[in-house]
């Protein structure tokens, strides 16, 4: 095969793949911009409240996803290598520890979301709100860690555009309900934030279901039941090997993350909601960078699988580059969105002065998480290079940008702009770091047994 024709290759596969998950992402992101968009149509406490509450889930998530993404890891390589019997016992490894995650943050949210809602606002008028939401909403938290592994699955084993139309499928449905539960609509009555939390849950039921019922066609991977109830000692190792350094990684920045959004609920309404807005218009932009990120750990994964560790590194420098360009065209995109943004939302004044500045800020944060997720959640986790971003994380976001806005926002009282500058220090300070990382190439390596 010619140069040319191994890069049109290249870029078509990264297109096949990048494309069905950008796509899922996207629809994931839009139901927090519907909850957003609905419940602050109704109130604004109403929005801020839900947007604190769902930081819980924002923290299982992470967890969920250091676990799915270890199996992505592994996966990855062992499909690219065709030895299907290793990845189903992966997919068991992987469901047994997410169905534990799940149950813990369903028992709190349930029986205990006062004390979780406290963790975020000190403000009562919120908590309340938020203790509704969390009452229904933490049913659906017991079913998301199953549902993940199989839609990662699907991916793995390149059915990502069938995982793609059942999460899509269930976005569209769960803001749907949006409307019919929190408006009330067809005679049901006007619900607020609970009708939010009840579409949240009929859609992650329908979700698991639909899942269930595809990976028992052909060609699709199903967790064989004895290997649920047996332990492959060999893979575990390696599986929990990979996952520490994930796990570490995701806590650090879950708990790092949903601190940000505890300090701007600390720091008034008006802040807090300012935030709530600029945290769905980042989580939206940042869905294309997402979907590079999963690509380029299937495409570089596949091919150090295979033992082709010279391909893998030549796509892996050329996925290195893609997410600069992928960082610029993220800043240009939310600059554009802003003055429509701050036209259509609903917010007092103040908010939306303190809304504006926090746009900026994130434009050109949004250059280096770009480049930080596809490089790191990317390339360096395809050949299992997953300790960096541990070690990234404990001292660039905890050793600089927690303890700064931790002191901004309790000890100094800035200004929530102040504050919010702080929160985006850590992704953009990580830059050098990660390009000289890139270049010692210790993700270059095949983990297959």
């Given at each position: 095969?010619s140069?040319?024709s191994?890069d049109?290759f290249?870029?078509?596969k990264?297109l096949?793949?990048?494309?069905?998950?950008a796509?899922?992402?996207?629809?994931?992101?839009s139901?927090a911009?519907?909850d957003a968009?609905m419940?602050g149509?109704?109130e604004?406490?109403?929005?801020?409240?839900?947007s604190l509450?769902?930081?819980?889930?924002f923290?299982?998530?992470?967890i969920?996803?250091?676990?799915?993404s270890?199996?992505?890891?592994?996966g990855a390589?062992?499909w690219?290598?065709?030895?299907?019997?290793?990845?189903n016992?992966?997919?068991?490894?992987g469901?047994?520890?997410t169905?534990?995650?799940s149950l813990?943050?369903?028992?709190g949210?349930v029986?205990?979301p006062?004390?979780?809602m406290?963790?975020?606002?000190?403000?009562?008028?919120?908590?309340?709100?938020?203790?509704?939401?969390l009452?229904?909403?933490?049913?659906?938290y017991?079913l998301?860690?199953?549902t993940?592994?199989y839609?990662?699955?699907m991916?793995?084993?390149?059915?990502?555009t069938?995982?793609?139309?059942?999460s899509?499928?269930?976005?569209?449905?769960?803001i749907?309900?949006?409307a019919?539960f929190?408006?009330?609509l067809f005679?049901?009555p006007?619900?607020?934030?609970?009708?939010?939390?009840v579409?949240t849950?009929?859609?992650r039921?329908i979700?698991?279901?639909w899942?269930v019922?595809?990976s028992?066609?052909?060609?699709?991977?199903?967790?064989?039941?004895?290997?649920?109830l047996r332990?492959?000692?060999?893979?575990?190792?390696?599986?929990?090997?990979?996952?520490?350094?994930?796990?570490?990684?995701?806590l650090?920045?879950?708990?790092g993350?949903?601190?940000?959004?505890?300090f701007?609920g600390h720091?008034?309404t008006?802040a807090?909601?300012a935030n709530?807005v600029a945290a769905v218009?980042?989580?939206?932009v940042?869905?294309a960078?997402n979907g590079?990120?999963?690509?380029a750990?299937?495409?570089?994964?596949?091919?150090l699988?295979?033992g082709?560790?010279e391909?893998?590194?030549?796509y892996?420098?050329r996925l290195?580059?893609?997410?600069?360009?992928?960082?610029?065209?993220s800043t240009?995109?939310?600059?554009?969105?802003?003055?429509?943004?701050?036209f259509s939302?609903?917010?007092?004044?103040?908010?939306k002065?303190?809304?504006?500045?926090?746009?900026?800020?994130?434009?050109?944060?949004?250059?280096?998480r770009c480049v930080?997720?596809i490089t790191?959640?990317?390339?360096?986790?395809?050949?299992?290079d997953?300790?960096f971003?541990f070690?990234?994380?404990?001292i660039?976001?905890?050793?600089?940008?927690?303890p700064l806005?931790?002191?901004?926002t309790?000890?100094f009282?800035w200004h929530?702009?102040i504050?919010?500058g702080c929160?985006c220090?850590?992704e953009?300070g990580k830059?050098p770091?990660?390009?000289?990382h890139f270049?010692?190439y210790?993700?270059v390596?095949?983990?297959?047994?």
């Amino acid at each position: 095969m010619s140069d040319r024709s191994k890069d049109r290759f290249f870029f078509r596969k990264l297109l096949v793949l990048t494309l069905p998950m950008a796509f899922q992402e996207l629809m994931l992101a839009s139901v927090a911009a519907a909850d957003a968009i609905m419940l602050g149509n109704v109130e604004q406490n109403m929005m801020t409240a839900v947007s604190l509450a769902t930081q819980i889930q924002f923290i299982q998530n992470m967890i969920i996803y250091t676990i799915v993404s270890a199996l992505a890891v592994l996966g990855a390589q062992y499909w690219g290598k065709g030895d299907r019997k290793s990845l189903n016992d992966i997919f068991c490894t992987g469901l047994r520890l997410t169905f534990v995650v799940s149950l813990v943050f369903f028992a709190g949210c349930v029986f205990f979301p006062s004390y979780l809602m406290r963790i975020f606002t000190n403000e009562q008028v919120l908590i309340d709100l938020g203790v509704k939401y969390l009452r229904i909403a933490g049913w659906s938290y017991l079913l998301t860690g199953v549902t993940q592994n199989y839609l990662r699955i699907m991916k793995l084993t390149e059915h990502q555009t069938m995982a793609a139309v059942i999460s899509s499928t269930a976005v569209l449905i769960n803001i749907f309900g949006n409307a019919v539960f929190i408006f009330g609509l067809f005679g049901v009555p006007q619900m607020g934030v609970m009708g939010a939390a009840v579409s949240t849950l009929i859609a992650r039921i329908i979700e698991l279901a639909w899942t269930v019922a595809m990976s028992f066609r052909r060609d699709y991977i199903r967790p064989r039941v004895r290997n649920l109830l047996r332990i492959n000692k060999a893979l575990s190792f390696d599986f929990i090997r990979i996952l520490l350094p994930l796990l570490g990684a995701g806590l650090l920045w879950g708990v790092g993350f949903t601190s940000y959004s505890a300090f701007m609920g600390h720091l008034g309404t008006d802040a807090a909601a300012a935030n709530s807005v600029a945290a769905v218009v980042r989580d939206l932009v940042c869905c294309a960078c997402n979907g590079l990120a999963g690509a380029a750990g299937i495409i570089v994964g596949n091919e150090l699988g295979k033992g082709d560790l010279e391909k893998g590194r030549k796509y892996g420098t050329r996925l290195a580059r893609i997410s600069f360009i992928c960082g610029g065209a993220s800043t240009v995109i939310i600059l554009a969105l802003t003055p429509a943004l701050i036209f259509s939302v609903r917010l007092t004044e103040a908010a939306k002065h303190v809304l504006i500045g926090m746009m900026i800020i994130t434009a050109f944060y949004m250059i280096g998480r770009c480049v930080n997720t596809i490089t790191i959640n990317g390339v360096f986790s395809a050949g299992g290079d997953t300790a960096f971003d541990f070690y990234s994380l404990a001292i660039v976001m905890w050793g600089l940008a927690v303890p700064l806005a931790f002191l901004g926002t309790f000890v100094f009282h800035w200004h929530p702009l102040i504050v919010f500058g702080c929160t985006c220090l850590d992704e953009v300070g990580k830059i050098p770091w990660v390009m000289l990382h890139f270049r010692k190439y210790k993700w270059v390596r095949d983990l297959t047994r």
